[in-house]
């Protein structure tokens, strides 16, 4: 079975603080994402990954940035917290190039005081 | 812009009720049409997909979807729901326009009374 896991369940940081999330996928993919799931707004594409080194903005990147520096782990960056990041972040990762299934890992809670 | 609309926010039945969840999409091109659901505590996880073929597709417990085209529809439906399909249930497309790109829907809330 594919596995994605994120590094924490649950996170409460201080508005200022540099956040580091963090995704691990064990099935070799390529594509590696992250969102974040609010309710009512469903998901929202953060970035994502087609390769090594490779990334590209999603829907609402502004706030984040990301590292991918091997293959099987992806990390989401929040430079300086907001309290409007206060949110659940989902990791996923799929194999194929071109919009296959994605597996996703349990989620981040993060909260921003 | 590309969008998915989930008509439904919450969805309250009754065992033994039939389910139809409505899901649209705005794109005029290719697309691959995916469900999925959250069980309460679980990770997000596939119900069924649609890539080409067969526009009625049959995912796990009993679920399936139909794809219609011109309606630039995919709705989820099941016969008989369980207490056990209360979840929430997201409808994400992948659309290609020089790369491809993946959006969500709002997703439903489904609530099975027993």
């Known amino acids: 079975d594919v596995k994605v896991t994120q590094s924490s369940r649950y996170l409460v940081k201080r508005t200022g603080e540099k956040v580091f999330l963090e995704c691990v996928q064990d099935?070799?993919?390529?594509?590696m994402f992250w969102y974040r799931q609010d309710p009512g707004l469903g998901l929202r594409l953060i970035y994502f990954?087609?390769?090594?080194?490779?990334?590209e903005k999603g829907d609402i990147p502004e706030g984040y940035s990301v590292s991918r520096e091997k293959k099987e782990r992806f990390s989401l960056i929040l430079e300086s917290a907001s309290t409007n990041q206060t949110s659940m972040y989902l990791c996923?990762?799929?194999?194929?190039?071109?919009?296959?299934?994605?597996?996703f890992g349990p989620g981040t809670r993060l909260t921003v005081l | 812009a590309q969008s998915v609309s989930q008509h439904n926010h919450h969805v309250i039945l009754s065992e033994a009720a039939s389910l139809e969840l409505g899901c649209n999409y705005s794109?005029?091109?290719?697309?691959?049409l995916f469900w999925y659901v959250q069980y309460p505590g679980q990770h997000l996880q596939l119900l069924l997909k649609?890539?080409?073929?067969?526009?009625l597709v049959k995912g796990i417990k009993g679920f399936e979807a139909e794809f219609i085209k011109s309606k630039f529809s995919f709705n989820l439906r099941k016969p008989s729901v369980q207490w056990s399909d209360t979840a929430e249930y997201f409808c994400?497309?992948?659309?290609?326009?020089?790369?491809?790109?993946?959006?969500f829907g709002a997703g439903t809330r489904l609530f099975v009374k027993a």
């Open positions: 990954s087609y390769d090594v080194k490779m990334k």
């Open positions: 794109y005029g091109g290719t697309v691959n």
């Open positions: 994400a497309v992948i659309t290609y326009t020089g790369g491809f790109k993946t959006i």
């Open positions: 649609y890539f080409s073929g067969d526009p």
């Open positions: 996923a990762s799929s194999s194929q190039k071109w919009g296959g299934e994605q597996f």
């Open positions: 099935m070799d993919h390529e594509n």
